[in-house]
Every structure is written in C-alpha cells, then in structure tokens.
C-alpha cells in the first residue's frame, strides 16, 4: 500500500492482457467494449491507494469499479446509459448469499423451465397457434439503420413467449437484490436469444447495428433457446458474485460504491468538487459506437427510460440525434472541464485512447490541458483479443490501443510545435531503437516504440494520414524483414549511417548476436573484422570492448572459436533481447539491479560530487527504490522546514552536493520522463533556504536530448519565469548523452574542480 507521501512513477510499459481470466467480468454480461481487468487494476493499484476514491465518468460495463473495490478503494461509476448503470451494479454488488440465489433460480427452475423448453422446440407453424402470455416491449423503436422497426421485430414468436414467461418469473422475486442479479442473468439471455445471433456473436457488438441475416444460421442453435441460454448464463453469474464475495465482500457499502445514471458533463452535480484521488476512464470516440442507440434493445426489455435529454449530453458524434464532431468535442471538452474540477490537486488521469482518426487527440489533449491535466506520458497497451481483420493482414494491422496519463496541476501548460525534426525522422529512429533492443523487432513492437515518439514531438497530427502502409514502406527501405522469425531487422550497409544515439556496448551485442547465429561459429579476428565495419557510426569500440560483450553472450568450446550461449541466458526475457545497460564504461562502476538511465544518471553525478570532496545527497525515493543508499553521507538535510509539502520537495531532489556546513554547492535533477515543473518546484523550495546557489546558477537540469522542446518551453515559458521567481537567470540544464560524453574524462583526470562542471551546463535560450 502507497503511503500519503510517496511520489508516484507513471506507468510507462505495456501490460500483458489477461482478458477472459476474471469470471467477475468474463462470461456476466456482453458489453461493446470491456477493458482486460488485469490492466485497469495495475494502474488502480499504481495510481492510488487504499481508502481514495477512484472515478470512471464512462463507466461502460464497469470493470474499472469492480477492481477499485477489489483493491479496497471506493469507487465512483457515472454513464449515461441505464444498462452500463445496471450492470455495474450488479457487478460491484457484494456479499451475495449465494444460496439464497440458488433457491430462487431452482423456483424459477421447477415453475417454468418445461413450458419454456417445449416452446423453444415448437416449429413455426405450431407457435403460431400460441399467445405471448405476458408483457414484452411492443412498438419500441430501433435505430433507423436498423434492419427492422422495432424492438420485438428482433426476435421470433418463440423467443417472445419464452422471454415473457422468464421475465414475468423474475419480477416475483421479493428480494431485490436476488431479483435484480436474475434480471442480469435474463439481460444477458437476450443477447444471444434473437434474430441477430451467428456463431461470431449477435450484430449490435459485431455490425455496431441491428443487422438480422436473411439466412437464418442453424449452427449454434441451443445458444437462441430461452431456457437453455438462461440456465448457463445463470452458471456464470454464481461464479461471478462468488469471486466478488471473495475480493470485494463487506467492503461493498453504499458509501463505498456510487452508480449514478447520469452525464459526465454534469460531474460536480453528483461528485464533490476535490474529491477524487484518480480517475481511470475509456471515453466515446467519435462515431465510433453510439452505445444508447445500440443499447435499444436491453433498455427496452428491462423497461428502462433513456430520454431525449439523456441522447443530446451523450458525448458521442452522429448516433439518432446527429452530433456533429463539434457538438461532440464540445460535450467531450465539457466533460474534461468537470474531471477536472472534482479532482485534487496532483492526481492523475489514465485516460484510453484508441481512435483511428489521429487529428483527434489534439482535441483530446487540447480539452485536458486547457483545464489543468498535464500530459505526461503514453503507454501503447496491446489488447487480448484480435480483430478479424488483424487475423487476416496481420503486417498491416494493429491490434494495440493508447493509455495516456495526465496530471491535475493548478500551474499554467503550454505545448509547442514540433520544431524541424520530421515524423519519418522520430519513426526511423524509434524503429531501429527497438530492433537494436529487441535483437529484431515487429510491426507491432516497432509501432509500440513509434507512437509515443509521435506523441512527445507533436506530431501525431503530421502523421494522420500515416498508415502502417508508409510505415511498412519506410521499414523496407532502411530494414529487412527476416522470414524466419518474421522481425524486422538492420541492414548491414545502413549501419554506417544510423546507431551513434544508441550505447555502444547495446550495438555490439546486437550485430555479434546476429553474426553468431547466422554463422554459428567465429573466431575472434574474423568477429572484429566483421564488426568493426558496422560500428563505425558514433563511438567505435575496442578489441577489449567487443571481447566483454562476447564473454557475456557467447562461450567457446576449443579456446578459438566463439558461439552464441542458450538465448534464455543471454536476457532474451518476455521477448527483450536485453535491457539498457546501467554499468558506467568505468571499471570501477556500481552494477545496478535496476537498470533505469534515471539510477545510472543520478550515480555519475554523485561520484562525481564524491570526487570533488563533496558530501552527497540523494533524494529519498532513490535511496528507497534503489541501490544508491550507500552513496549518500547526508541521509536528511539540516533545514527547518515551513511545511511537510517543502520539506517532501527538498528531500526529493535526485542529487545534491554539499559544503561541510550544509550549504548546497549543486543540485541535480534527472528528468528521464516525468515533469520538468516538478523538478523546478523543487529547486524553488530549496532556495527559500539557499538563495545563494541561484546566484551562481547551480540548479541543473538533466535530461536526454530527445526532451530538449520539453526543457527549453519550461525554462523559458512556465509560471517560474519571470516576476517574481526569475527561475530563468538560476536554472542551468546538461543533456545526459553529454554528461555521458564527459563523465570518464572528469572523473579521471587530477585537476577537475567546479568550473570543470559549470562547462559542461548551459542556460536555456530566451
């Protein structure tokens, strides 16, 4: 469990999907789209802590609540569909008596399960003779692109008498919670109980429409008879409410678990302004799916009331009451306005993104922004299951969705242009990152490498019309794609020309892992020979640097010849080919069981301070997640503090070295991923104590070049510069490939002293 005070890290990799694993939402109740459970609890569970509130404004089939209950949060689930309402409800709803439950449905069982079964089996001339005994929804009408007029056009004779029978059953149950669990079950039977049903599933989740099939399919048939269906949807809803009597039992409450019918343009209507400590969210996108209209027919047998008024705030575009896109962006817009006003200040929102239309997220992000969410980072998060046109090209089409986390912030945000690197550039670059990481990479793994570079450079919008097409076109100029492992890979005559950004020992283990598989066996001139030629682009490495490596991938069995060890222990673990070195290039460096850059940085820097006679101090969170304790002499600083908020900000400054009074000579800030205002926020703090390390311009900014648009608009652009802070005239900043560059030669050499390191730092450009 998070503690009040811990900083949260962004989750910033994808998560395997388990999809069909939790019986609380697989197999309950059909929905058009449901997140894998096992995704939407990681970011819960990194997000927030026990006792917060977590929200989810679109709560579809409501697996973001289930699993904030699981883990002991309270949950808030607002949708302005009836159905999402009703089936997150029943989802949360626990401890379930399950006997009781078993009682009612064998009631059920013995009062009409035999007239419904010999309905299911009469012919159509026989049910013809038979009357619909009870109520159904009659005259209820569908959506216009429907195939049929009305609700019960969708379903035979002998499914409407079944069905009423059923229902009417149901409604005698006195218990309400029992009562409303069994209507569950009979929401799910209709699904597949109608005209619609074919073996892929009915067409409001397959079409997005009612689509009834001339020919009627006679596969499958058990799964359109009443009884049949309800009695093993039935099975599944004992193991559902068994499993959330087990996770969730007397934490479910009233207090614990909210359910509102309503818009989440309307949000502060219902939730608290700075109530809520996260919000986990998949919103409408577009035309996509017009979830009230497809929701008709569930709506109408459960007798639940959707009105005009409810069909013009859903934020969707098009649907029966024709939005436009700008009626869309405008109730989206507005329901970021409300996100933001009941969420504290410093939570985050993990908002999913999976739009074909790129242009899109800059409205997203636009709408966010302008109401204080600060984006921070993108996760390309792959789903479970794939579509059939994925199955059917699966080089061109990708079967992955975005996760985009942004934060509340009360300070000002801006977002700049994309400056003069191009979105061919950024997709070249990412994509040979992956392969040299991957020891080959996929379409799928290049583009999950390539998104996020889009994101960070603006330049999702230059690429809208960027299919995996031109993707695939740019691979094949400047890659191969091997047919035997089906994983794109570096051309050796364009190794000349690409690779200085990527660490040398990194390049080394790929093109001698490519070379001893290929040629199964080398001695060690031919190795260098053949290296060398494909090293020549960035620093090029020594007999003694390319030894190292093989020693580390490769073993020889006469003494001469070199061959590849068993790939599972050369790292290839969860398809990596290996992680990020965190070893310095010096001999005498700390290896790391963490591997970040962010640990590696932050231990340069503090035996570089530990070289000029500094005492060190590392911010508590490394000191926490790390193995960088035993650097740091000061383990807290001799400050008195006006408040806990100052001093959290103090503590947490990566690195700082100190003169023997205590006074800071440098502070250090690695900004890897995260934002660069909360390393400013921090370097504020400590020079409400120190405002002589302002004067001499020694709060340094560390972060790689690829974030130089990022430093340079906050160093020159946010609410620290200027009146009354003038942070611009104290911050300095060094990217870290050039801290890499020097970090060898001022750690060895006898004379280096401060100036030494001022040379290495530069002031931003205003």
Not at 595 to 617: D, R
């Amino acid at each position: 469990m998070k503690s009040n005070n811990q900083p949260i890290d962004p989750i910033r990799d994808p998560i395997e999907p388990t999809k069909q694993a939790a019986k609380r939402h697989y197999g309950l109740h059909p929905y058009f789209t449901k997140r894998p459970f096992n995704v939407v609890q990681s970011y819960i569970d990194r997000f927030s802590k026990q006792g917060d509130i977590v929200l989810d404004p679109f709560t579809g089939s409501g697996v973001t609540n289930v699993e904030a209950l699981c883990l002991k949060r309270k949950t808030i689930g607002v949708d302005i569909s009836p159905l999402s309402c009703f089936m997150t409800k029943m989802g949360c709803v626990s401890p379930v008596d399950i006997t009781a439950l078993y009682k009612r449905f064998d009631e059920i069982k013995d009062s009409v399960s035999d007239q419904i079964n010999k309905i299911d089996h009469l012919s159509e001339k026989e049910v013809e003779k038979e009357q619909i005994p009870y109520w159904y929804p009659q005259k209820v009408k569908l959506p216009s692109n429907s195939d049929v007029g009305f609700v019960d056009e969708l379903f035979t004779k002998n499914q409407l008498i079944g069905l009423s029978i059923l229902k009417n059953e149901i409604c005698k149950t006195k218990d309400d919670t029992i009562k409303n669990l069994l209507l569950l079950t009979f929401s799910s039977t209709i699904a597949t109980t109608n005209k619609m049903f074919r073996r892929r599933g009915s067409s409001p989740y397959t079409q997005y429409r009612y689509w009834v099939p001339k020919v009627k399919e006679t596969a499958n048939i058990e799964m359109t008879y009443v009884w049949q269906r309800f009695e093993s949807r039935f099975s599944n809803l004992v193991e559902a409410k068994k499993e959330t009597n087990q996770l969730i039992g007397n934490f479910y409450s009233e207090e614990s678990c909210k359910i509102y019918q309503h818009s989440a343009t309307k949000l502060t209507e219902i939730v608290p302004e700075k109530s809520i400590d996260y919000i986990f969210t998949d919103p409408p996108y577009g035309a996509h799916i017009a979830y009230l209209d497809l929701s008709t027919m569930w709506n109408a047998w459960l007798d639940f009331n959707v009105t005009d008024e409810d069909k013009s705030l859903e934020v969707i575009e098009g649907g029966e009451i024709k939005h436009t896109k700008d009626d869309y962006l405008t109730l989206l817009r507005k329901s970021f306005e409300e996100m933001s006003k009941v969420s504290k200040n410093g939570s985050w929102l993990s908002l999913v993104f999976h739009h074909k239309e790129a242009r899109l997220w800059y409205g997203i992000r636009d709408a966010a922004k302008d109401v204080g969410f600060e984006y921070n980072n993108t996760v390309v998060q792959p789903t479970k299951l794939k579509s059939w046109h994925k199955v059917s090209n699966p080089l061109k089409v990708l079967s992955t969705e975005l996760i985009v986390n942004f934060q509340k912030t009360t300070k000002p945000i801006f977002y700049f242009g994309s400056g003069t690197i191009s979105p061919q550039k950024v997709i070249l670059n990412a994509a040979e990152r992956e392969i040299i990481k991957r020891g080959g990479a996929t379409l799928e793994e290049i583009m999950g490498a390539v998104v996020p570079e889009l994101f960070e450079h603006n330049l999702i919008d230059k690429t809208a019309n960027t299919t995996t097409d031109n993707v695939l076109e740019m691979l094949t100029n400047e890659f191969y794609l091997n047919h035997q492992d089906n994983r794109w890979h570096i051309k050796e005559e364009n190794s000349k020309k690409i690779g200085s950004y990527i660490p040398t020992k990194d390049r080394i283990k790929y093109y001698a892992t490519s070379l001893l598989r290929r040629e199964k066996r080398l001695d060690i001139d031919t190795l260098v020979v053949r290296l060398l030629p494909l090293l020549i682009n960035g620093h090029e490495p020594s007999s003694k640097e390319i030894i190292e490596v093989l020693e580390e991938i490769a073993f020889s069995k006469d003494g001469v010849n070199w061959e590849l060890k068993d790939p599972k222990s050369v790292a290839f673990q969860q398809g990596l080919f290996f992680e990020i070195a965190t070893r310095s290039d010096d001999s005498t460096a700390q290896d790391f069981t963490d591997s970040e850059e962010h640990t590696k940085v932050i231990y340069q820097l503090a035996s570089l301070g530990k070289k000029l006679g500094f005492q060190i101090k590392i911010g508590d969170r490394e000191q926490k997640e790390s193995q960088l304790a035993e650097y740091t002499h000061i383990k807290d600083l001799p400050y008195d503090y006006k408040n806990e908020t100052q001093r959290k900000r103090v503590e947490q400054i990566d690195c700082i070295w100190l003169y023997k009074d205590g006074k800071p000579a440098y502070a250090f800030e690695v900004e890897e991923h995260t934002g660069i205002l909360s390393g400013l926020e921090r370097f504020w703090s400590l020079l409400e104590f120190n405002p002589d390390i302002g004067n001499t311009k020694r709060l340094v900014i560390v972060c790689p070049l690829s974030r130089r648009q990022k430093l340079d608009q906050e160093l020159t652009k946010s609410s620290f510069i200027g009146h009354p802070q003038f942070m611009e005239n104290k911050v300095r900043y060094i990217f870290k490939e050039d801290l890499e560059k020097h970090y060898l030669r001022l750690l060895n050499s006898k004379n280096t002293d401060l100036k030494d390191i001022d040379n290495i730092t530069s002031s931003p450009e205003l």
